[in-house]
């Protein structure tokens, strides 16, 4: 099958600058979003997806400068989020230079911006990112949470994901919060519950420690796209070393 | 200077496509990103993108003002397509009734889910989104320096359907269908050469120096 499994670093941004940490404890500065993105885009990134985790929201147009600087300079596929709360917003993202545009939170309290947004910009720029969480000791059902992990709010990730592509997302962004942060690979069960369920593509996310989990995201998880921060940001590994052990487990990928 | 109007009909996101071609004209041609019919009519080459839903593009082409000039650019100077900017050169899509601008005879067709499996019987997705293969089946001046085989970057549900022999490029998902078509002064492409990182910034560095013959 030709069209390659993709790899996605994303970056966390707040006041202009890419910030890491782990669990967002000690964040610190990691430097300038248009070199970190040079950087990934000669490595071989696919794509590469912007999280604003700027807090207040006065200080909030300060990604648009980040998204069009960037954009100016890095010709592959560029996805932000963080913050969306209205169809303007995906606006004003999109005309920065931004391709696609992931709603979090909103997609829950107020759907219709998704359907909006959808209708207004095509489904190919709108990603919804739904963080799930395992409601039994036999992860084999989960729940979607809000508000960066913290608030549950009763819906099955599985339906909500359908739901999603019915009001018109093009792209489901897939973070398991039960491993986001440790290290010990994608929830492959939630990932392939989602990916099978819908027919858009799903881009795994949360957990990765190693170039396997990516591999496993793929195989087992069937996850259309892989996303990774902290592998690539402490320069563990690069994008072309990720693409290399997945060409060896026998993935379609883009060297 | 040779001037390239990119045509700004209110569908999508024309900045990247814009900063691509400033970046590859690097001074040689102005870029200029407009509205204005009189523009694209006093441009040397034009480029027609498009995003969205195609029976929106026509709507709004038709109500932009800009169908015209962009017809008669299609006649007679250098003219890439990019994307539903591209499917709306073709007579009609399976995405809406609406008559599109029947430039090259033949349709748009959705990908149908019936064969949307791979060879180990694993579901394909669509939107069709992502880095796939470009394989030359006639070779073409804006294909120069571009490998057989090279991937760009595609995210599209609906294919073009060609009724002549107008292919230069196939795709495969899972069969092969059009992603690049021409016919003298025309290019149009399915994916997204501005998000192609080197391969499709090298198809647009080849768009700004070529003449227009096939």
Known sequence: MPLAKRIIPCLDVTAGR???????????????????????????????????????????????????????????????????????????????????????????????????AADRFGSQAIVVAIDAKAVDADNTRWEVFTHGGRKPTGLD??????????????????????????????????TRAVSDAVDIPVIASGGVGNLSHLVDGVLQGHADAVLAASIFHFGEYTVRQAKEAMRDAGIEVRL | ?????????????????????????????????????????????????????????????????????????????????????AQLLFERSEEGPTDSLGVFKGQVRRFPPQLMVDGHGQKLKVPHMGWNEMFIVHDHPLWSGIADGERFYFVHSYHFAPDEDIAVIESAYPYRFAAAVARDNIFAIQCHPEKSAQAGLKLLKNFVDWDGRA
């Not at chain 1, 890095?74 to 545009?101: E, H, S």
């Not at chain 1, 999603?164 to 398991?176: D, K, N």
Request: proline share 4%; with cysteine; net charge negative.
């Open chain 1, 18 to 116: 890419v910030v890491k940490g782990v669990n967002f404890v000690g964040l610190r500065d990691a430097g300038d979003p248009v070199e970190i993105a040079r950087k990934y885009d000669a490595q071989g990134a696919d794509e590469i997806t912007f999280l604003d985790i700027t807090a207040s929201s006065d200080a909030r147009d300060i990604i648009l400068h980040v998204i069009d600087a960037v954009a100016s300079q890095v010709f592959i596929p560029l996805t932000v989020g963080g913050g969306v709360r209205q169809v303007a917003d995906v606006r004003r993202l999109l005309n920065a230079g931004a391709d696609k545009v992931s709603i979090n939170t909103t997609a829950v309290t107020n759907p219709e911006v998704v359907q909006g």
């Open chain 1, 157 to 190: 990730a599985v339906e909500w994901a359908r739901k999603m592509q019915e009001y018109g997302a093009g792209e489901i962004l897939l973070t398991s919060m039960d491993r986001d942060g440790t290290r010990i690979g994608f929830n492959l069960p939630l």
């Open chain 2, 1 to 85: 200077m040779q001037k390239i109007a990119i045509v700004d009909y209110g569908m999508g996101n024309l900045h990247s496509v814009t900063k691509a071609f400033e970046l590859v004209a690097d001074g040689r041609a102005r870029i200029d990103l407009t509205q204005d019919p009189a523009v694209v009519a006093a441009a040397d080459k034009v480029v027609f993108p498009g995003q969205g839903a195609m029976p929106d593009c026509m709507r709004h082409l038709d109500e932009s003002g800009l169908k015209a000039a962009v017809l008669q650019a299609a006649q007679d100077r250098p003219f890439f397509g990019i994307c539903v900017g």
